[in-house]
């Protein structure tokens, strides 16, 4: 069956960084677009990046030129580089995994708590 697994969240000061990862199995991994997504308590779940299987980008504007997101296919892994950290950035992080038709191609990870805080 499909996994997505995050880890690399965790607690850190603001202006810090932190590098989630998200380790995918049961699916081809370089045909699959890849995004993260982040929901804060009370808070609809948003698109945070997005990286195409033809390594096309793009990035929520309140995290442009903060947040890196990269792939390795080999690995079959996904990253997200956090650097500049702020406390609006707190959240549950979720991978997402998805290709056309949606319908039966699009899967989450279980989400790792990030938290900015001093």
């Known amino acids: 069956q499909v996994q997505l697994v995050e880890t690399g969240g965790g607690l850190v000061q603001p202006g810090g960084s932190l590098r989630l990862s998200c380790a995918a199995s049961?699916?081809?991994?370089?045909?699959?677009?890849m995004g993260w997504y982040r929901q804060a308590p009370g808070k609809q779940r948003e698109l945070v990046a997005a990286?195409?299987?033809?390594?096309?980008?793009n990035y929520a504007d309140s995290v442009k030129g903060r947040f890196t997101i990269s792939r390795d296919n080999a690995k079959n892994t996904v990253y997200l580089q956090m650097n500049n950290l702020k406390p609006e950035d707190t959240a549950v992080y979720y991978c997402?995994?998805?290709?056309?038709?949606?319908?039966?191609?699009?899967?989450w990870g279980q989400g790792t708590q990030v938290t900015v805080s001093s």
């Open positions: 990286i195409t299987s033809g390594r096309n980008t």
């Open positions: 997402n995994a998805q290709r056309f038709p949606l319908k039966d191609n699009n899967y």
């Open positions: 049961g699916i081809i991994f370089s045909i699959y677009h």
